[in-house]
């Protein structure tokens, strides 16, 4: 069994930044991809940022140059940092892994989400 849990949303005024994480644990032998999506009310989720094992990134270009993400591998783990912050930027951030079991089967495997709230 694979979990992904992410923390660190909340309610920030524009302009602010805040700082999400993902980990995930269980029966991991390797993480491939790992990154996050954005779902906002009424629409469809859409990638926000993605980043390889060997630390390729790739972004919206929505969220260039104010967001980052990076992992740590061997906390089986991925971070976004989100600063400049706009109310549009006001969504359910869900982490995603795409994991290798210990039983080598593979799967793209997505967390619980977490609501991030920009005020004007």
């Known amino acids: 069994q694979v979990q992904v849990v992410e923390s660190g949303g909340g309610l920030v005024q524009a302009g602010g930044s805040l700082r999400l994480s993902c980990a995930a644990s269980?029966?991991?032998?390797?993480?491939?991809?790992m990154g996050w999506y954005l779902q906002a009310p009424g629409k469809e989720r859409e990638l926000v940022a993605s980043i390889s094992s060997g630390g390729t990134t790739n972004y919206a270009d929505s969220v260039k140059g104010r967001f980052t993400i990076s992992r740590d591998n061997a906390r089986n783990t991925v971070y976004l940092q989100l600063n400049s912050l706009k109310p549009e930027d006001t969504a359910v951030y869900y982490c995603?892994?795409?994991?290798?079991?210990?039983?080598?089967?593979?799967?793209?495997?997505w967390g619980q989400g977490t609501q991030v709230t920009v005020s004007s």
């Open positions: 995603y892994a795409d994991v290798t079991t210990t039983a080598r089967v593979s799967f793209l495997t």
């Open positions: 269980g029966s991991i032998f390797r993480i491939n991809g």
